[in-house]
């Protein structure tokens, strides 16, 4: 089955600054490529997402990158701010025709004021 | 806005009990999905639904059932609880279609088995 890694496991950042979280998987038929933030408290939501026929997607401050080839996506956030503090779920969807994603194990940022 | 509600925020059990997890969505999703989250371990996919009456396996099925009698609602069924069933639950649902779709989460049930 799909092995997905994050890294890293937790981010500490100053507002303002860049984050970048990466997610490496092993299905070369992964296809799609989303990412999801969890408040506290709350269930996770998709922020962005990316399908592999694309490279990159921005929408405001945060995008992601897909290099196919060395199966890695990255989820960049520009321009920290508090409220951008949470946990961060890559999910490739693995091949196959099921709508099945499979999560990463979570990127923990925090953005110090 | 896409709602999806489960039945409680914390739930305390003893080892042994049955126990049900309710899940209801308001967007008339055709997939829903359970999920439990652990420290580390990001979400792992325990039960999924394309349809009613219809239900699949995920990665970690083995002591949970699920049930899915209308479209609106999903329910995970703990046979009999046991200690390293305390877990956060999630409950997901997504759009008709298996690509490309958002899954649109619940607030969790934090299930302590005691």
């Known amino acids: 089955g799909e092995n997905v890694e994050q890294h890293p496991s937790t981010l500490s950042v100053q507002e303002g600054d860049s984050a970048v979280i990466k997610c490496t998987y092993s299905d070369s038929a992964s296809n799609y490529f989303p990412w999801y933030k969890q408040e506290l408290g709350k269930g996770p939501q998709l922020i962005i997402d990316i399908r592999s026929n694309v490279g990159e997607k921005k929408d405001q401050r945060i995008a992601v990158t897909l290099n196919k080839t060395a199966k890695h996506f990255s989820l960049h956030i520009t321009e920290t701010q508090p409220e951008d503090s949470a946990v961060y779920f890559c999910a490739p969807r693995g091949g196959g025709a099921t709508n099945k994603l499979i999560f990463g194990t979570g990127t923990l940022l925090a953005v110090q004021p | 806005d896409v709602k999806v509600t489960q039945s409680s925020r914390y739930l305390v059990k003893r080892t042994g009990e049955k126990v049900f997890l309710e899940c209801v969505q308001d967007?008339?999703?055709?997939?829903m999905f359970w999920y439990r989250q652990d420290p580390g371990l990001g979400l792992r996919l325990i039960y999924f639904s394309y349809d009613v009456k219809m239900k699949e396996k995920g990665d970690i099925p083995e002591g949970y059932s699920v049930s899915r009698e209308k479209k609106e609602r999903f329910s995970l069924i703990l046979e009999s609880a046991s200690t390293n069933q305390t877990s956060m639950y999630l409950c997901a649902s997504s759009p008709p279609g298996r690509l490309y779709n958002e899954q649109f989460f619940g607030p969790g049930t934090r299930l302590t088995v005691l």
């Open positions: 967007m008339d999703h055709e997939n």
